[in-house]
């Protein structure tokens, strides 16, 4: 039997990757994934004031630091919750607002510079121990992400590959999502992302024994379900209409090759599960900005195929 553990879009949460680490040793998993977005999406400067203070607004709260030790709290706490704490001075940050390509180049290195610093602690927490990790960079990492991935010793890369996860189980990965109103990095019209997927499945032997591990979640699924937006990219009627957004190529090829298990994410309220032909689809969901990691375990058997699986927080 093969003991997975599965979770998704943990968006730059720094103790949500310290959770999936210890996730292997914590559930018993023979095999960690990641699915897509593993990336932050902002900065939050923490402002340094010529009384001595240090000030920093984090989900629209003001703070005022005193010492250097509230300071450190604080920059966990922001990158706890998926944001890029930086320590600045008002003329720097004013310098930064003013100039576009100069911010957007001092994200992207803070991005990088926390992944690389994630990558060695997972080569300090995985040494040791023959648990396999896969990571699968989704929609919204950026592409420089796949370079430094590729760098790592214990964390594997497998977009667009398929992998051996033993017992005669199959993984086969990609974090591009069909289009969004976001325009991320990662994202293909229905019919190329449909070829793409075709491609990888071609070099499989038997579906009963693969899991897709997309991060788009099927079309009309419910693993996709999401608050309407307008044209403005405003939500409409406070959040209550949630309507479908993901992929048909995704459906298809469910509806197609019939895995055994599917794992999703990218929508990350629509946690659940679905049954999709004789497939079991999954969404863990995700509550990045929390800190609380969201995921699946997911038991296979050689001979029964899906013998159990628990949703889980924590």
Known sequence: ??????????????????????????YQADVLILGGDMTGKALVPIVQQPDGTWQAILLQQAFTLRTETEVQEMEKRIGSRGYYPFRTTPEVLAALESDPAR???????????????????????LAGFSTPCFVCPGNDDDFEVDTI?????????VEGEVVELGDGFRLISTGWSNPTPWQTCRELPESE???????????????????????????????????????????????????????????????????????????HEAKGTARIGKTLAINPGS???????QGVV?????????????????
């Open 287 to 293: 509550m990045y900005e929390q800190g609380v990691l």
């Open 149 to 157: 991935l590729h760098r790592a010793r214990h964390v594997r890369p």
């Open 1 to 26: 039997m093969r003991r997975l553990f599965f979770a998704t879009d943990i968006h730059g949460s720094e103790i949500c990757w310290k959770k999936f680490l210890n996730a292997g040793k914590f």
């Open 103 to 125: 911010r957007d180049a001092f994200f992207k290195e803070q991005m990088l510079t926390t992944l690389e610093r994630w990558l060695a602690l997972a080569d300090e927490r």
């Open 298 to 314: 997911v038991d296979l058997d050689p001979q029964k195929g899906i013998r159990s699986y628990t949703l889980t927080t924590g």
């Open 193 to 267: 992302l449909a070829l793409k997927i075709a491609g990888m499945v071609l070099h499989t032997i038997e579906a009963r024994r693969v899991i897709f591990n997309f991060h788009a979640p099927p079309y009309g699924s419910g693993l996709d379900e999401a608050p309407e937006i307008d044209a403005q990219l405003n939500v409409r009627h406070a959040g209550r209409s949630l309507v479908p957004v993901g992929s048909t190529a995704v459906r298809d090829a469910i509806l197609k090759y019939q895995p055994l298990l599917s794992l999703h994410g990218h929508i």
